[in-house]
């Protein structure tokens, strides 16, 4: 897979269940982040981690990061109908460049 | 709460003609970057800037790109004869750097321009 693929692509659940969705990645990074991107519109930040960090939370978002297997993971608990977007993970390379680099997202669906 | 802004939201052009997509960044911050989103693909980083040059750039920005920090607020990508495949969605980003220390890498992103190339 490439750098930051997420799965699944596509996840449809009910108001009040938790969503998870999962990236992983190739090389070797110094950070990664999660934004969340509603329909047609910009990219909004949600959280960063580091490389030296393993979970991290916000609000109801839990971010995990798992660099021996290359994986990080997003959980929102008690979701609700307006989380419904796509969510990107983005990962920051550890050669002191400075751009960014996409996975290809998972569409979450809430259903009310 | 202070945001990137970005203007137009929509722009549609000629292909040959040349555009200039308009940024402001985040007012205390130092690190510019522009990204563009094709239609139904990945998030795609064209450039940073810093100091007023270049700093990194990808394979996507050839010859036909160019940035440029005009005066104290705007950060401008132009692109000289714009192509069909130039259709996409152009997003510009900032990120903060402490003074005399390393950047942050939160990056924050605006609203986009959406480019359509006819």
């Known amino acids: 897979s490439q750098q930051g693929e997420e799965d699944p692509q596509a996840l449809s659940i009910q108001e009040g269940e938790n969503a998870t969705m999962n990236c992983s990645y190739k090389?070797?990074?110094?950070?990664l982040q999660w934004y969340r991107q509603n329909s047609g519109r910009g990219l909004v930040h949600l959280i960063l981690?580091?490389?030296?960090?393993r979970e991290k939370h916000s609000g109801r978002l839990r971010v995990t990061l798992d660099t021996s297997k290359k994986s990080s993971s997003l959980l929102i608990t008690a979701s609700r109908a307006a989380d419904t977007a796509s969510y990107f993970c983005?990962?920051?390379?550890?050669?002191?460049?400075?751009?960014?680099?996409f996975g290809s997202g998972t569409r979450l669906q809430v259903q009310p | 709460e202070p945001e990137v802004t970005q203007t137009p939201s929509h722009q549609v052009t000629q292909m040959g003609q040349e555009v200039i997509l308009r940024c402001v960044p985040i007012s205390n911050h130092l690190y510019f970057y522009w990204y563009r989103q094709i239609l139904g693909q990945k998030v795609e980083f064209l450039v940073s800037f810093y100091n007023n040059e270049i700093s990194e750039k990808s394979e996507i920005f050839d010859d036909q790109f160019s940035v440029e920090r005009p005066d104290g607020s705007n950060f401008t990508l132009k692109i000289r004869s714009t192509k069909l495949e130039d259709s996409a969605m152009y997003f510009c980003a900032s990120s903060f750097k402490l003074a005399g220390g390393p950047g942050t890498d939160t990056q924050y992103f605006g609203p986009g321009t959406r480019l359509t190339v006819l």
């Open positions: 981690i580091r490389s030296n960090e």
């Open positions: 090389t070797s990074i110094n950070n």
């Open positions: 983005a990962t920051g390379m550890d050669t002191g460049r400075r751009a960014l680099t």
